[in-house]
Every structure is written in C-alpha cells, then in structure tokens.
Nanobody, 123 residues
Framework: QIQLVESGGGLVQPGGSLRLSCVAS????????MGWYRQVPGKQRELVAT???????TYADSVKGRFTISRDNAKKTVDLQMNSLKPAVPAVYYC?????????????????WGQGTQVTVSS
C-alpha cells in the first residue's frame, strides 16, 4: 500500500521559517512528480511548488523567492522550505505525488495525496 505522510506543520510567527517534509512509503519503483499544494477553508486547493524527478521545479508566483522545494528520489521524499512567511489564514498543506509506479508486475502509474499538515502564520 502506497502512502504519503507529511510532517513539519505548525504555528510560526510572521517572517519566520518552517520546513515541511513528506515521505512516500510502500513498494514504489519511481515517482515522476512530487509537490506541495495548500488549501484554506472555502477555497480550492492550489499549487505551491512541484518538482519532477529530473529536477525541474515549478513555484506559485506568491511563493517565488521565499519557498524552496527539494526531493530525494532514492528516499522518495520531498521537502518544502518556507522562509519569510506572511500572516495568513491557516492553511492545510498537502503532499502530492504524480506518476507513481509501484514495484509490482504490470503496475500502472497512479497519483497519491497525503493527509495534510496545517500551517498557521500568526503573531
């Protein structure tokens, strides 16, 4: 069974930093894309940052220059370093994996989401 488990959320003051981590567990051969999305109550889930296995990164305009995504293909982890955090409504950050190929015969690629971890930026 393939799962994504996030960690690192919490309460941080404006201007502070927080690091989110996500690990994909299970019999996984490869993962094409890993990333982070966030959602606030009443709004759609939005992209924060993604990174493909080859190294290309994509960021939301609102986080460019402040957030950094990194991943370890061998360990099947993806991290999000968030700096200069701005006051905001509490958001749940979700880890996402796209194009996950299991280490089983005739496996087909699938997508997975983590359960989410809440981030609150407030004084």
């Amino acid at each position: 069974q393939i799962q994504l488990v996030e960690s690192g959320g919490g309460l941080v003051q404006p201007g502070g930093s927080l690091r989110l981590s996500c690990v994909a567990s299970g019999s996984i051969f490869s993962i094409y894309l890993m990333g982070w999305y966030r959602q606030v109550p009443g709004k759609q889930r939005e992209l924060v940052a993604t990174m493909v296995s080859g190294g290309d990164r994509t960021y939301a305009d609102s986080v460019k220059g402040r957030f950094t995504i990194s991943r370890d293909n061998a360990k099947k982890t993806v991290d999000l370093q968030m700096n200069s955090l701005k006051p905001a409504v509490p958001a749940v950050y979700y880890c996402s994996s796209t194009g996950v190929l299991a280490s089983t015969i005739a496996a087909e690629e699938a997508d997975y989401w983590g359960q989410g971890t809440q981030v609150t930026v407030s004084s």
